[in-house]
């Protein structure tokens, strides 16, 4: 089992709830996320064009309504949204 689950998950994940299920982000975490750098309604597309930049200032910057920001393991739960939506994204385009 590899770091993003197995490949053939891939066309499991439709939306990015999918990706923030699998990866067991919770809505406090995502919309922390959300409020810092802009709501993607879901929308694995609007995510997949999302610049990297963008994610490590977001993790960074979110901050939960009690100011505290996140660890290092909610900010790496994140990332592997943003990641594995991108190569779902690019198994998707290359199909």
């Known amino acids: ?5 197995r ?3 891939l066309n499991t994940f439709q939306v990015i709830a999918d990706l923030r299920g ?5 809505d ?7 409020a810092t750098v802009g709501d993607f309604r879901n929308d694995v597309r609007l995510l997949s064009a999302f ?3 963008g994610l490590l200032a ?3 910057q979110a901050q939960f309504p009690d100011g505290t920001g996140f ?3 909610q ?4 990332g592997l949204v943003c990641a594995q939506q991108n190569v779902w994204w690019l198994s998707a385009v290359a199909c």
Not at 75 to 78: G, V
């Open 51 to 53: 610049p990297r930049t």
């Open 1 to 5: 089992m590899s770091l993003f689950g």
């Open 28 to 34: 406090a975490h995502w919309t922390a996320f959300a």
């Open 22 to 26: 699998h990866f067991n982000v919770t």
């Open 71 to 73: 660890t290092p393991v």
């Open 58 to 60: 977001g993790c960074a």
């Open 75 to 78: 900010a790496t739960q994140i």
């Open 7 to 9: 490949w053939a998950d």
